[in-house]
């Protein structure tokens, strides 16, 4: 039987309270004309401000797994596990290219998810469906593990009754917490994550803050911080402080890949969409770098935990728990359950929205499109609440039924996996040069390719899908397999596109025009958009 921390978990319990609370209550916020249409229930009736948006999308992209894994990577490896830092910075202006033109065809044409875009600009009912389904598969292992980041939490505090408990007393707590969230995300929608997503970046903010200052003082400084990681990377003759001339093929291709991936996930374009301007997208890329700042010091945590001797001398450590134990050593007992909640929370606002994100995919692109086509939008919300239930159900089945090593794996082959819908989803943003079945085809050889370069790699933990680099075919270089299937992708859709308009293949209806693309206002080019016709 394990220690409980009792003062930890009571302010762990008092932040989780409080969040439930605001869960449930955040269907009275910015209370709809109409619950019963999926705009409001998953998108938040397209409502939301700058700072609303700007707290949501934070607390969408940087997750409890962000929080635990990051500073992880940095433990096990040194500098490689930095490379979520330039990452995030390469993304936002990258995505402020697109993202407001993908907001303004939304707006003008009610689009709920990237298939429906891709649906709706090709007029392609099989292309809509592999990004709808690419999306969801995506998705799934994500929510896993923020489930895992809670487990994390839990384990430390002491919960569950330990290793040699009865399985359900010790993944009771895991149970609750899952219970809240579901039962708060049926009930309030997007507004749920929306609200409580103020309350996580601030805990968030508030740890990184004191942790980055308070744990070096009582470590004796930056420098011995530096010097105990580098000579623990010296014994362990493996990581270091600076990159390897042989890793940086790697670390630049997982970071350029990583960016490009980033906002194809639908919990990342459901946070765009739910804004309630252009404007509101554009200020919102130009200010959430904020965010990699943050990333940055959470990072060096992972040095900290070894100056802190975490895991020291222990075989086979799980590096996952390093975070947590680090707190849980340094902290006052108190404002250790201030940390504990901020990952918790950190868990349950991206679950949610993930959650919400699959249901939308499903209910629009699935249900409405192949299976219902005659559904109502009380229909459609329906459907996806009953959904979003589902896929948390399946994403706990996943973290109680499978080796945690299993869903980090799957998480890194999703990012490989939406990787692929990129030429679909920005190429139609800027041209409509691409013809629909060559995308299909460049789609399917970038999923086939990674996938099985992905199911050879091998590591100490796993047989299969034990990494994400490979050799680059023609380059030699060992570099992110999701970006080389992503190259692959693409000369495939350009050179069958190339082939197609040679034979003149027809194309599919274009129900958009290029003022869609710049719109400030839906209502008004709604009512102006002329009916759909076919492409020339």
Known sequence: ????????????????????????????????????????????????????????????????????????????????????????????????????????????????????????????????????????????????????????????????????????????????????????????????????????????????IVAVIYIPIRLGGYGHIFEAAKEHFQQAKAGGLTLPENKQWTYATLGIGSAMALFMYPHSVTGVLASKSRNTVRRNMAIMPAYSLMLGLLALLGFMAIAAGVGSGVKGYNSQLSVPQLFANMFPDWFTGVAFAAIGIGALVPAAIMSIAAANLFTRNVYKEWLKPAATPADETRVAKLVSLLVKVGALVFVLGMDKQAAINLQLLGGLWILQTFVAIVGGLFTRWFHHWALFAGWAAGMGYGTWKAYGLASPATKHFGGNAAEIPGIGEIGYIGLTAFVLNLLVAVVLTLVLRAVKAPDGPDETKPSDYSAESGEDERENAPEPVAAH
Request: glycine letters at 10%; hydrophobic letters at 55%.
């Open 1 to 208: 039987m394990k220690d409980v921390n009792v003062p930890a978990l009571a302010v762990f319990v008092l932040f989780f309270l409080l969040v439930t609370v605001m869960g449930f209550l955040a269907s009275r916020w910015r209370r709809a004309d109409d619950a019963a249409h999926l705009d409001e229930w998953g998108l938040g009736g397209r409502s939301f401000g700058t700072w609303v948006t700007w707290f949501l999308l934070g607390g969408d992209l940087y997750t409890a797994y962000t929080f635990v894994a990051v500073p992880a990577a940095v433990y096990a490896t040194g500098a490689a596990g930095f490379f979520a830092v330039p990452y995030t910075i390469i993304a936002y202006p990258l995505v402020f290219l697109f993202l407001p033109r993908l907001w303004s065809v939304s707006r003008v044409h009610g689009y709920v998810t990237p298939a429906d875009f891709v649906r709706g600009r090709y007029g392609s009912r099989p292309l809509s469906l592999v990004v709808a389904l690419t999306g969801i598969l995506a998705t799934m292992p994500y929510i896993a593990l923020q489930l895992v980041g809670i487990q994390a939490v839990l384990d430390v505090l002491g919960l569950g009754g330990g290793a040699n408990a009865n399985w359900f007393v010790k993944d009771l707590p895991l149970f609750l917490a899952f219970g809240v969230l579901a039962a708060y995300t049926y009930s309030s929608g997007l507004r749920a994550p929306a609200l409580i997503a103020f309350v996580k970046d601030a805990l968030v903010y508030i740890v990184i």
